[in-house]
Protein backbone atom coordinates (compact mmCIF):
# COMPACT_ATOMS: atom_id res chain seq x y z
CA UNK A 1 0.00 0.00 0.00
CA UNK A 2 1.56 3.58 -0.82
CA UNK A 3 2.43 5.73 2.11
CA UNK A 4 1.02 8.64 0.34
CA UNK A 5 -2.69 9.80 -1.02
CA UNK A 6 -2.65 10.90 -4.59
CA UNK A 7 -4.25 13.90 -4.98
CA UNK A 8 -8.15 14.19 -5.33
CA UNK A 9 -9.49 16.95 -7.65
CA UNK A 10 -9.48 19.82 -5.87
CA UNK A 11 -11.79 22.51 -5.88
CA UNK A 12 -10.67 25.63 -7.55
CA UNK A 13 -10.97 29.50 -6.81
CA UNK A 14 -9.55 32.57 -8.65
CA UNK A 15 -8.21 35.41 -5.77
CA UNK A 16 -9.34 38.20 -7.36
CA UNK A 17 -7.24 40.40 -5.19
CA UNK A 18 -4.23 39.18 -7.14
CA UNK A 19 -5.49 38.54 -10.38
CA UNK A 20 -6.15 41.31 -13.52
CA UNK A 21 -10.32 41.11 -12.42
CA UNK A 22 -9.45 43.56 -9.87
CA UNK A 23 -7.65 45.89 -11.93
CA UNK A 24 -9.01 44.92 -15.52
CA UNK A 25 -6.82 45.48 -18.52
CA UNK A 26 -7.87 45.30 -21.97
CA UNK A 27 -8.98 41.74 -22.34
CA UNK A 28 -9.12 41.03 -18.40
CA UNK A 29 -13.03 41.58 -18.44
CA UNK A 30 -13.24 37.61 -18.79
CA UNK A 31 -10.70 36.32 -16.42
CA UNK A 32 -11.32 32.99 -15.14
CA UNK A 33 -9.55 30.63 -12.50
CA UNK A 34 -6.66 28.28 -14.52
CA UNK A 35 -8.18 24.47 -14.68
CA UNK A 36 -6.22 21.82 -12.79
CA UNK A 37 -5.82 20.20 -15.84
CA UNK A 38 -3.43 22.93 -17.64
CA UNK A 39 -1.90 23.08 -14.28
CA UNK A 40 -1.13 19.15 -14.13
CA UNK A 41 0.01 19.31 -17.64
CA UNK A 42 2.25 21.83 -16.90
CA UNK A 43 3.53 19.86 -13.51
CA UNK A 44 3.62 16.72 -15.66
CA UNK A 45 6.29 18.51 -18.42
CA UNK A 46 8.11 21.05 -16.31
CA UNK A 47 11.84 20.29 -16.60
CA UNK A 48 13.01 22.11 -13.16
CA UNK A 49 11.75 22.59 -10.06
CA UNK A 50 12.47 24.29 -6.72
CA UNK A 51 12.13 22.81 -3.47
CA UNK A 52 11.44 24.51 -0.16
CA UNK A 53 12.24 22.97 2.97
CA UNK A 54 12.89 24.65 6.72
CA UNK A 55 16.23 23.72 8.74
CA UNK A 56 15.84 22.30 12.20
CA UNK A 57 16.12 26.22 13.02
CA UNK A 58 13.85 27.54 10.77
CA UNK A 59 15.45 29.56 8.40
CA UNK A 60 14.68 28.24 4.72
CA UNK A 61 16.28 26.14 1.91
CA UNK A 62 15.81 26.34 -1.59
CA UNK A 63 17.45 24.15 -3.81
CA UNK A 64 16.25 22.68 -7.83
CA UNK A 65 15.67 19.08 -8.37
CA UNK A 66 14.03 17.34 -10.95
CA UNK A 67 10.80 15.87 -10.02
CA UNK A 68 7.87 13.70 -11.93
CA UNK A 69 4.32 14.26 -11.71
CA UNK A 70 2.90 10.12 -11.03
CA UNK A 71 -0.41 9.12 -9.99
CA UNK A 72 -1.17 12.35 -8.88
CA UNK A 73 1.34 12.78 -6.73
CA UNK A 74 4.88 15.03 -7.30
CA UNK A 75 7.80 13.11 -6.76
CA UNK A 76 11.63 14.05 -6.10
CA UNK A 77 14.72 12.51 -4.74
CA UNK A 78 18.09 13.86 -3.05
CA UNK A 79 20.77 12.03 -1.12
CA UNK A 80 20.13 11.21 2.11
CA UNK A 81 22.43 13.05 3.56
CA UNK A 82 21.79 16.35 1.88
CA UNK A 83 20.76 19.22 3.61
CA UNK A 84 16.67 19.04 2.08
CA UNK A 85 16.43 15.19 3.36
CA UNK A 86 17.80 16.59 6.74
CA UNK A 87 14.97 19.13 6.73
CA UNK A 88 12.69 16.88 5.73
CA UNK A 89 13.45 14.68 8.66
CA UNK A 90 12.59 17.01 10.88
CA UNK A 91 10.01 19.23 9.30
CA UNK A 92 7.67 17.50 6.30
CA UNK A 93 6.19 20.47 5.32
CA UNK A 94 7.59 21.90 1.57
CA UNK A 95 6.84 23.58 -1.31
CA UNK A 96 8.26 22.78 -4.84
CA UNK A 97 7.83 24.99 -7.48
CA UNK A 98 8.24 25.29 -11.26
CA UNK A 99 7.44 27.95 -14.00
CA UNK A 100 9.51 30.68 -15.86
CA UNK A 101 10.51 34.57 -15.68
CA UNK A 102 8.54 36.19 -17.76
CA UNK A 103 5.92 39.52 -16.82
CA UNK A 104 4.02 38.94 -19.21
CA UNK A 105 3.39 34.68 -20.13
CA UNK A 106 3.51 32.08 -18.74
CA UNK A 107 2.20 30.13 -15.51
CA UNK A 108 4.23 29.93 -12.26
CA UNK A 109 2.69 27.01 -10.26
CA UNK A 110 3.64 25.98 -6.22
CA UNK A 111 2.87 22.63 -4.71
CA UNK A 112 2.38 22.66 -1.40
CA UNK A 113 2.56 19.65 0.97
CA UNK A 114 4.09 17.38 3.27
CA UNK A 115 7.17 15.18 1.83
CA UNK A 116 6.70 11.49 2.50
CA UNK A 117 9.64 8.98 2.24
CA UNK A 118 8.97 6.45 -0.24
CA UNK A 119 10.35 2.92 0.15
CA UNK A 120 7.39 0.71 -1.26
CA UNK A 121 9.68 -0.95 -3.73
CA UNK A 122 6.74 -1.31 -6.49
CA UNK A 123 6.38 1.96 -5.73
CA UNK A 124 9.90 2.88 -6.41
CA UNK A 125 9.62 1.01 -9.81
CA UNK A 126 6.55 3.32 -10.82
CA UNK A 127 8.51 6.67 -10.18
CA UNK A 128 11.64 5.00 -11.73
CA UNK A 129 9.65 4.35 -14.94
CA UNK A 130 7.86 8.32 -14.72
CA UNK A 131 11.17 9.96 -14.81
CA UNK A 132 12.86 7.51 -17.15
CA UNK A 133 9.35 8.55 -19.73
CA UNK A 134 9.94 12.53 -18.76
CA UNK A 135 13.60 12.82 -19.01
CA UNK A 136 14.39 10.29 -21.33
CA UNK A 137 18.01 10.00 -22.47
CA UNK A 138 18.94 12.41 -19.31
CA UNK A 139 18.45 9.01 -17.10
CA UNK A 140 18.30 6.35 -19.79
CA UNK A 141 21.61 7.06 -22.14
CA UNK A 142 25.13 6.37 -20.24
CA UNK A 143 26.23 9.86 -21.46
CA UNK A 144 22.76 11.55 -19.66
CA UNK A 145 23.25 13.79 -16.36
CA UNK A 146 21.31 11.73 -14.24
CA UNK A 147 22.03 8.31 -16.15
CA UNK A 148 21.78 5.42 -12.87
CA UNK A 149 19.46 7.45 -10.81
CA UNK A 150 17.28 4.70 -11.15
CA UNK A 151 19.66 2.17 -9.31
CA UNK A 152 20.06 4.92 -6.83
CA UNK A 153 16.52 4.79 -6.18
CA UNK A 154 16.70 0.76 -5.46
CA UNK A 155 19.53 0.72 -3.70
CA UNK A 156 18.97 3.56 -1.33
CA UNK A 157 22.07 5.98 -2.66
CA UNK A 158 18.64 8.37 -3.25
CA UNK A 159 15.92 9.09 -0.96
CA UNK A 160 12.74 9.73 -2.79
CA UNK A 161 9.60 12.09 -1.79
CA UNK A 162 6.49 11.97 -2.66
CA UNK A 163 4.52 14.90 -1.79
CA UNK A 164 0.37 14.72 -2.34
CA UNK A 165 -1.00 18.32 -3.09
CA UNK A 166 -2.82 20.02 -0.16
CA UNK A 167 -2.85 23.10 -1.72
CA UNK A 168 -1.62 24.38 -5.07
CA UNK A 169 -1.56 27.84 -6.32
CA UNK A 170 -1.21 29.33 -10.16
CA UNK A 171 -0.14 32.55 -11.56
CA UNK A 172 -0.65 32.89 -15.01
CA UNK A 173 0.60 35.39 -17.19
CA UNK A 174 -1.14 36.33 -20.68
CA UNK A 175 -0.45 39.44 -22.44
CA UNK A 176 -0.73 41.21 -19.56
CA UNK A 177 -3.31 39.71 -18.12
CA UNK A 178 -2.95 38.12 -14.56
CA UNK A 179 -4.59 35.43 -12.40
CA UNK A 180 -3.82 33.73 -9.29
CA UNK A 181 -5.37 30.48 -9.20
CA UNK A 182 -5.71 28.41 -5.84
CA UNK A 183 -6.93 25.18 -5.90
CA UNK A 184 -7.51 23.06 -2.59
CA UNK A 185 -7.21 19.56 -2.18
Known sequence: MKAHRPAQQPTT??????????????GASDVTATAWAQARQRLETAEIFWVSTVRPDGRLHVTPVIAAWHDGVLYFSTGPGEQKA?????????????????????????????????????????????????????????????????????????????????????????GGVYTH?????
Do not use: Q
Open 13 to 26: ELDTRYSSALNPRP
Open 86 to 174: KNLAHHAHCALTTGGNSLTEGLDLVVEGRAERVADPAVLEEVIAAYERKYGPHITSPDGTFHGIGDAFRKGDAVVFAVAPATAYGFGRD
Open 181 to 185: TRWTF
